[in-house]
């Protein structure tokens, strides 16, 4: 009996140790598996909530977040010639970035606006704009503050004889597109002159590198008008127009107005490759901020780090979004993130 209990326990012990074996191997291949570092770069429009996401998303899984700015031309064209994992841009791709990318696919994970701030000595905040008197100022036709354009839109207004200084991004900037999207939209003096592009050609005015370079030279600059993401507007505590929408409202790019824009969004409206146009939405609306876009992830669908990016990507859709209003980022359609998650599916290794 008792051999045959010595047995029994050693081939009970074994077992045990061959399945401790096995769960520690288990766990060595799960590590492995995670850890993995992902390297992006583009967008700095959306840079301070990936910048959150970085320092977020290392707890959960053991995988490392490393984002640069530059812009989203420089995002794009990283992301083509396969020096990051992923890039971020606030402009979709155009045919021609589409198929020199090859088997890259763009994936809608946050919401913005497009501020149009200013820095006027006197001035108070919350002038109006429209889209029109916005374009003659930045295609250089309306060149001071007191200009009777900008005098009609806000009666009663502190408004000097400065000479009014343009501030734009200097670079292919997606913000720079948003912008440019939505005069081509409002202004037909704008879409034949200038079009929609990610270099406007501003003649008039200086250029500044990303959202950050930007919202600091018209901090720095009394005069000054340009455009950035409303977190930038708010960091710098930077004035912002007010800009009247298809419904002869004037709303601000807040969390009300960006929300409002998103809300047109149906899942009958988003193409195939995921390219959302949200500036100036209709007239139905008269909440909606009419310079909004949504800013893309963009990434390889046969990737060696296929496994994480889909970690990433899925995070930043859902546990993610959640540090996205305090950084004035609106909610994602719910139609955009069927579609969205959908595209991520189809990122394998």
């Known amino acids: 009996m008792k051999s045959r209990s010595l047995a029994a326990s050693v081939a009970l012990l074994a077992l045990l140790v061959m399945a401790a074996v096995a769960a520690s191997s288990a766990t060595a291949t799960n590590k492995s598996q995670r850890g993995t570092s992902l390297i992006g770069a583009g967008s700095t429009f959306v840079s301070p909530l990936v910048s959150l996401w970085s320092k977020d998303y290392p707890s959960k899984t053991g995988d490392s977040i490393t984002y640069g700015g530059g812009g989203s031309g420089a995002g794009i064209t990283a992301i083509t010639n396969k020096t990051v994992d992923f890039a971020g841009s606030d402009a979709p791709l155009t045919p021609d970035q589409a198929k020199a990318c090859g088997d890259c696919v763009q994936i809608p994970w946050a919401l913005g606006a497009t501020a149009i701030v200013y820095n006027l000595s006197g001035a108070k905040q919350g002038l109006k704009m429209t889209g029109p008197v916005l374009a003659q100022i930045f295609l250089g036709g309306i060149t001071?503050?007191?200009?009777?354009?900008?005098?009609?839109?806000?009666?009663?207004?502190?408004?000097?004889?400065?000479?009014?200084?343009?501030?734009?991004?200097?670079?292919?900037?997606?913000?720079?597109?948003?912008?440019?999207?939505?005069?081509?939209?409002?202004?037909?003096?704008?879409?034949?002159?200038?079009?929609?592009?990610?270099?406007?050609?501003?003649?008039?005015?200086?250029?500044?590198?990303?959202?950050?370079?930007?919202?600091?030279?018209?901090?720095?600059?009394?005069?000054?008008?340009?455009?950035?993401?409303?977190?930038?507007?708010?960091?710098?505590?930077?004035?912002?127009?007010?800009?009247?929408?298809?419904?002869?409202?004037?709303?601000?790019?807040?969390?009300?107005?960006?929300?409002?824009?998103?809300?047109?969004?149906?899942?009958?409206?988003?193409?195939?490759?995921?390219?959302?146009?949200?500036?100036?939405?209709?007239?139905?609306?008269?909440?909606?901020?009419?310079?909004?876009?949504?800013?893309?992830?963009?990434?390889?669908?046969?990737?060696?780090?296929?496994?994480?990016?889909?970690?990433?990507?899925?995070?930043?859709?859902?546990?993610?979004?959640?540090?996205?209003?305090?950084?004035?980022?609106?909610?994602?359609?719910?139609?955009?993130?069927?579609?969205?998650?959908?595209?991520?599916?189809?990122?394998?290794?």
């Open 144 to 349: 001071k503050w007191n200009a009777p354009a900008i005098a009609r839109l806000n009666p009663g207004a502190n408004l000097p004889s400065t000479d009014i200084k343009v501030v734009y991004r200097s670079g292919a900037s997606g913000t720079s597109y948003n912008l440019a999207d939505y005069l081509s939209k409002v202004s037909p003096i704008w879409k034949s002159k200038v079009g929609v592009t990610t270099t406007p050609s501003f003649p008039t005015g200086q250029g500044a590198s990303g959202s950050a370079g930007e919202a600091g030279t018209v901090s720095r600059t009394d005069g000054a008008i340009g455009y950035v993401d409303t977190a930038f507007a708010v960091a710098q505590h930077l004035r912002f127009f007010f800009v009247k929408n298809a419904a002869g409202k004037f709303a601000g790019p807040g969390l009300r107005g960006i929300d409002a824009a998103g809300s047109t969004i149906t899942k009958g409206s988003i193409p195939a490759n995921n390219e959302i146009h949200i500036v100036n939405p209709a007239a139905k609306v008269p909440l909606a901020y009419p310079i909004c876009t949504f800013t893309y992830v963009m990434v390889h669908k046969s990737s060696p780090k296929a496994a994480a990016l889909r970690r990433f990507i899925f995070y930043a859709l859902t546990g993610g979004q959640k540090f996205a209003r305090p950084l004035v980022f609106g909610k994602m359609p719910l139609a955009v993130l069927s579609a969205s998650e959908k595209t991520l599916k189809t990122v394998t290794g």
